[in-house]
Structure formats: C-alpha cells, structure tokens
C-alpha cells in the first residue's frame, strides 16, 4: 500500500507526524483533515497474490506508480520515505525518514494506513478468526495461532515465511 498526497504551498496542517507514532483514532481524524485540505490524494495497491507472484521489491514499486498515476494533479516531482528504489520510471526524491520532514509524505503515510486499517476491518468480517481488525494483517502471537488453527484465508499472502515453509511452521504456544 502507498499513497500520494499534494497540498497547496505553505499549508500547515497540525498533528500530521509519522503515521506510526499516531494511534488508530489520531490517524481517523487527520485522514479527514488531509481529504479536506489537499489538492489531490490517491492510493497504489498491490493485492497478497499479485506480491506472492512479483516479489516485495516489484510490488513496493508497483504500489508507487499505481498511487502516482491515479492522483489527479499534475506533480513535478514525488518525495518518497524511504531508500530509493529502481526502475520507478517518475521524477522521484527518495527521503530516509520523510514522514518527519514533509508534511506530504507524512500525510500520504496516514492515507496509506488509514486504508489498509479500513480494508483490515473489512477482511476480519469476511474472514473470522484471524482478528485482522486488531492486528491489521500482522503477525501477532494471536494471528499465528489463529493461522495454525485455521491455515491461511484467501487474503494472506502465501510468500510470507511461516507459510511458505508451512510444514516448519513456527508458532507461539498457547
């Protein structure tokens, strides 16, 4: 999951920090703030299977240019959190710890999250028994159990270690 989010010049947008250290009901609030305040917003996705088939670092990059080619204003450059990634084929500025040091980045940090929370809380009603609305997809010692005692759903992403070696599938104990 990436997203992209373009403000207008100068605008200062109170508590829009590294989507990390704000809790889900902070993050709810400011995704509001930020669909009402910017002059564009989209998200790139990359379903479990389609990573399974690609890989992390292709489907890292498709996320990127899926986000970048459907927002709807016209951007001279992409500042992107991270270490840079290859073949991205956009005008991009890579940042470590851009989420501090740009309010966009910061703001599309919260847009990405806030989405896959949303898409989590929906699976987890499609799927019970994995708790994905509390653990949003990760691997918690209640997820682990609960994919030892159930084997994965459609949505959980077969590359991942403990399935892909499924037959030497480590998980807490009860």
Do not use: W
């Not at 799927?127 to 994965?152: D, K, V």
């Amino acid at each position: 999951m990436a997203a992209a989010v373009s403000f207008p010049p100068d605008l200062e947008l109170d508590g829009v920090n590294d989507s990390k250290t704000l809790s889900f009901g902070r993050r709810e609030e400011l995704y509001r703030l930020i669909t009402e305040h910017a002059l564009g917003y989209s998200v790139g996705m990359v379903e479990s299977s389609e990573l399974d088939r690609v890989g992390m670092s292709e489907a890292v990059r498709l996320s990127f240019l899926r986000a970048a080619s459907s927002l709807k204003v016209s951007a001279d450059l992409f500042i992107i959190d991270g270490l840079p990634v290859r073949g991205l084929g956009i005008p991009a500025e890579f940042v470590v710890r851009g989420d501090s040091r740009s309010l966009s980045v910061a703001a599309a940090g919260i847009i990405a999250k806030v989405t896959r929370d949303r898409i989590m809380i929906k699976a987890d009603a499609l799927y019970p028994g994995y708790s994905f609305s509390t653990n949003m997809g990760y691997g918690t010692r209640e997820h682990m159990l609960a994919l030892g005692n159930l084997g994965p759903c459609p949505i959980h992403r077969r590359s991942f270690s403990p399935l892909r070696d499924q037959g030497q599938m480590r998980l807490p104990l009860e």
